[in-house]
Structures are given as structure tokens and as C-alpha cells.
């Protein structure tokens, strides 16, 4: 009887240390699952800010690329402009246009800023604007290196206007959209 009466007092004592046992276990187990839960909340949390940050960063490199692009066509029209100005007066006198012309430092900035539309159009996406980049610097040779008679000039010359115009436009648009208005 000595034997169970040890038994019944430890069972009596491992009884009342039950309840409290299983509220330890229930309440380490509610814990580490709230901090399973506050660090999962935490990690997205995390990746959310950085999708953030990566869309920021990417709003601010394809703003300051276009915005570049469009100063950058703005100076391709002026020299385009000077180059067709040089062009017309020598085709105003009936005779046929040769390269010699032009004044070398207008044809190089015009050049230049060819070479420079191309990269700049090609660090951005979407084919509609790197479409519209290619027709504009399309028109711009046309303008210089195609046209032999003053129709001809005059033609190719309105021609780059409009695509101008039109390009001006596109980079405008994806502008607003970059700075967050919704067109």
C-alpha cells in the first residue's frame, strides 16, 4: 500500500500541475504563432516597401530619361531647322543640293542629337514611342540627305513637323503618366 499511496500523491500533485501545464503549453503555443504571424505581416510589410522603393527608383530613371528625350528632340528640331533654313536659301537659287551646304557644326549637332533620341528611346519601353522615335529620326534624314529640289525640302520638312508634333505628344503623355497623373 506504500507503493500506491506514493502513486496517488504523485498522481495528486502531476494532477494539479496539470491545468497549469497545459495553459503553459496552450499559451507558448498561442505566442509562437502570433510571432509567426507578426513576423510573416513584417515580411510583407518589408517587400511591399521594397516593390516601393523599386517603382519609385524606376518612376524616377524613366522620368529623367524622358524628360532628356524631350529636351534632346527639341534641340534635333532646332538644328534640323537651322540645316533646312541653309538648304533652302541654296536651293532658292535653282541650283541642286550638295552636302557642302551645310555649316559642319549644324550637321554635327544634328547628328548628334540623332545618336542621342536613339538611346535614349531605347532605354525606355514601349514600341509606340521607340516606333515614333524611329519615324522622327526617319523624317530628319529625309529632310537633309534626300531632298534635291526645293518641293522636296519643303515636303520632307513638314512631314518631320507633324512627326514632331506627334512625338512631343507621345513623350508628354508617358511624362504625366510617370509623375503619377492617369491620362
Not at 524606376?58 to 527639341?74: D, F, G, K, M, P
Request: contains cysteine; aromatic residues 4%.
Amino acid at each position: 500500500m506504500a507503493d500506491e499511496s506514493i502513486l496517488v500523491s504523485i498522481l495528486d500533485s502531476v494532477a494539479s500541475m496539470l491545468p497549469s501545464l497545459v495553459g503553459t503549453l496552450i499559451g507558448g503555443g498561442v505566442t509562437l504563432l502570433a510571432t509567426r504571424m507578426t513576423i510573416r505581416h513584417q515580411n510583407e510589410l518589408e517587400d511591399k516597401k521594397r516593390r516601393l522603393t523599386l517603382e519609385d527608383d524606376w518612376r524616377q530613371y524613366e522620368r529623367e530619361n524622358l524628360t532628356r528625350l524631350q529636351e534632346t528632340i527639341q534641340h534635333s528640331m532646332r538644328a534640323s531647322a537651322k540645316c533646312y533654313s541653309q538648304m533652302l536659301e541654296y536651293a532658292a537659287t535653282g541650283r541642286n543640293y550638295i552636302e557642302a551646304i551645310i555649316d559642319d557644326n549644324d550637321s554635327e549637332a544634328q547628328r548628334h542629337y540623332l545618336e542621342d533620341i536613339l538611346l535614349l528611346s531605347a532605354r525606355l519601353p514601349g514600341d509606340d514611342l521607340n516606333d515614333a522615335m524611329t519615324l522622327y529620326r526617319e523624317k530628319t534624314r529625309r529632310v537633309t540627305l534626300e531632298s534635291h529640289s526645293e518641293s522636296q525640302l519643303n515636303a520632307a520638312m513638314n512631314e518631320l513637323l507633324i512627326q514632331y508634333d506627334a512625338c512631343m505628344a507621345l513623350v508628354g503623355q508617358r511624362l504625366r503618366r510617370c509623375v503619377g497623373g492617369n491620362e
